[in-house]
């Protein structure tokens, strides 16, 4: 059982948006900034798309976007593409010095 | 473009001992921290351990505490993660990962290696 849940599955059309939510405690998402999405396709290794919670990496497009409300995190991928279908994962620095991880959500495009 | 390349897995007997090492280049690894992670088959991502640019703070989930130690040589640019008294639970591919630049980096993987499979099987 994974420290942060992700709902196991999420799906939208092209061109529409979707948003995914991690939820926490109060000792991980709840009381740092430290949340991290990564997206990972298939056979693929992970790649972060949003870190501190809402910041991008460079080359991640503006479509990707995250926010945090209480011990939630959410991403939100807008405008989507048939690439945008892959697993994605939430993380959160948790007290002390650890890292956690959600299950992840299989993202389809339909 | 980093470029990280583990290496070392294989299959081992329960209760034994591996050795996983990543090879960087194409950045100043000496300036960063560095994370190990690991998936188990069909499975999600674990974090496992973070070492700081220097060598002298680790970090530990507590699955492996104890059992696993991260190090660094970096001036040959090298990591490696010692993993000892091996379970079935260890089974998974394992990714080194770079921090990136700035404290808000630090508890993220910025950049990923392809990762090395262990699988722990008598």
């Known amino acids: 059982q994974s420290a942060l849940t992700q709902p196991p599955s999420a799906s939208g059309s092209p061109g529409q948006s979707v948003t995914i939510s991690c939820t926490g405690t109060s000792g991980d998402i709840g009381g740092y900034r430290f949340v991290s999405w990564y997206q990972q396709h298939p056979g693929k290794a992970p790649q972060l798309v949003i870190y501190?919670?809402?910041k991008r990496p460079l080359g991640v497009p503006d479509r990707f976007s995250g926010s945090k409300s209480g011990n939630t995190a959410s991403l939100t991928v807008s405008g989507l593409q048939a690439d945008d279908e892959a697993a994605y994962y939430c993380?959160?620095?948790?007290?002390?010095?650890?890292?956690?991880f959600g299950g992840g959500t299989k993202l389809t495009v339909l | 473009q980093v470029q990280l390349v583990e290496s070392g897995g294989g299959v081992v007997q329960p209760g034994r001992s591996l050795r996983l090492s990543c090879a960087a280049s194409?950045?100043?690894?000496?300036?960063?921290?560095m994370h190990w992670v690991r998936q188990a088959p069909g499975k999600g991502l674990e974090w496992v351990a973070l070492i700081s640019y220097d060598g002298r703070n680790t970090y530990y989930a507590d699955s492996v505490r104890g059992r696993f130690t991260i190090s660094r040589d970096n001036p040959i640019n090298a990591l490696y993660l010692e993993m000892n008294t091996l379970g079935p639970e260890d089974t998974a591919v394992y990714y080194c990962?770079?921090?990136?630049?700035?404290?808000?980096?630090?508890?993220?993987?910025?950049?990923w290696g392809q990762g090395t499979l262990v699988t722990v099987s008598s």
């Open positions: 990962a770079r921090t990136g630049d700035g404290p808000g980096l630090f508890w993220s993987g910025y950049s």
């Open positions: 501190e919670v809402n």
């Open positions: 993380s959160s620095y948790a007290a002390t010095n650890k890292v956690v």
């Open positions: 194409r950045f100043s690894f000496g300036n960063y921290a």
